[in-house]
C-alpha cells in the first residue's frame, strides 16, 4: 500500500485547511485510515482515524474543529481542519492499517503551520 497526502501548508489561526490521502496497491487491506501529528522530539499522536464502516475516533484536542471523511470508491482520506490553533501546528502524517496483518502504513508528512 502507498499513500500520497497533499494540503497542508500555512494559515492565521482561525483559518482552515483540509488535507488528503490517497492510497493505492492493495488497498482491500485496508481497515482503518487516518492522521497522526507529530512535532520534532515529541511523541507522534492520533488526531483522527477512520474506519470502513465510517466509524470515526478523534484526539480531544481537535473534537468539533476537525472533520475526518472517508471515500472508499477513492480510496482517499480527508481531514477538514477548521478554527486551527497555533498548537495544531505540527507534521501531519497520513497512515492506513490493515488491522487483520496487523500491518501500517504511512505516507509522507506534510507540515501545517498556524501563526499570525
Known amino acids: 500500500v502507498q499513500l500520497q497526502a497533499s494540503g497542508g501548508g500555512s494559515v492565521q489561526p482561525g483559518g482552515s485547511l483540509r488535507l488528503s490521502c490517497a492510497a493505492s496497491?492493495?488497498?482491500?487491506?485496508?481497515?482503518?485510515m487516518g492522521w497522526y501529528r507529530q512535532t520534532p522530539g515529541e511523541q507522534r499522536e492520533l488526531v483522527a482515524h477512520?474506519?470502513?464502516?465510517?466509524?470515526?475516533t478523534y484526539l480531544d484536542a481537535v473534537k468539533g474543529r476537525f472533520t475526518i471523511s472517508r471515500d472508499n470508491a477513492k480510496n482517499t482520506v480527508y481531514l477538514q481542519m477548521n478554527n486551527l490553533k497555533p498548537d495544531d501546528t505540527h507534521v501531519y502524517y497520513c497512515?492506513?492499517?490493515?488491522?487483520?496483518?496487523?500491518?501500517?502504513?504511512w505516507g509522507q508528512g506534510t507540515l501545517v503551520t498556524v501563526s499570525s
Open positions: 477512520v474506519n470502513r464502516g465510517g466509524i470515526t
Open positions: 497512515y492506513a492499517r490493515n488491522m487483520m496483518a496487523g500491518r501500517t502504513y
Open positions: 496497491g492493495s488497498t482491500f487491506s485496508i481497515d482503518l
